[in-house]
């Protein structure tokens, strides 16, 4: 978050962005105790990132702070530019299903989630911040288009 000094709320300026991942439900939890304590540990991380992404958002709503919030899993339609770089919700959330790993990513899939990282940041900050930056001429790796087929097997 970057801004500038607010006496009464930290912070009148606030720029958001979540790449956090997915908890999804699980039809059948571990049963051991191990694995269960790490389902519950990634429910309370779930938890608080949510609630600090409505607390963010409302700050933003209810005029105590200016600025803006962008996910992983925003669409990008939501900011309702008619010029955005060209992020079909449908590829955005395949990149954000991408799982968080200690090992080397895909260069092509790298790219592609630099490249929507750019642009839904550029989508928010053209939207809530300053309408008159100017429009983007593209992706920062031109050749790893967002929409295009994910290929997640590492390359040698």
């Not at 300026?13 to 699980?26: H, P, R």
């Not at 519950?40 to 949510?50: A, F, G, K, T």
């Not at 490249?115 to 593209?138: E, F, K, M, Q």
Request: hydrophobic share 35%; proline share 7%.
């Amino acid at each position: 978050m970057a801004g500038s000094p607010n006496r009464s709320h930290g912070y009148a300026w606030l720029l958001k962005s979540d790449a956090g991942g997915l908890c999804i439900v699980e039809e059948d939890p571990d049963r051991d105790w191990l694995n269960h304590v790490r389902r519950v540990l990634d429910l309370i991380d779930n938890q608080v990132r949510s609630l600090r992404k409505r607390q963010v958002v409302d700050s933003f709503i209810n005029g105590d702070r200016k600025g803006t919030y962008w996910g992983i899993r925003t669409n990008i339609d939501d900011y309702e530019l008619g010029n955005a770089l060209p992020c079909p919700v449908k590829q955005t959330l395949r990149l954000a299903d991408i799982p968080t790993r200690l090992k080397t990513l895909v260069r092509v899939d790298q790219e592609r989630l630099i490249n929507w990282g750019y642009a839904v940041c550029d989508a928010a900050i053209r939207r809530h911040v300053n309408p008159s930056l100017p429009t983007p001429v593209g992706f920062p790796y031109p050749m790893s288009a967002v929409g295009s087929s994910l290929n997640t097997q590492p390359t040698s």
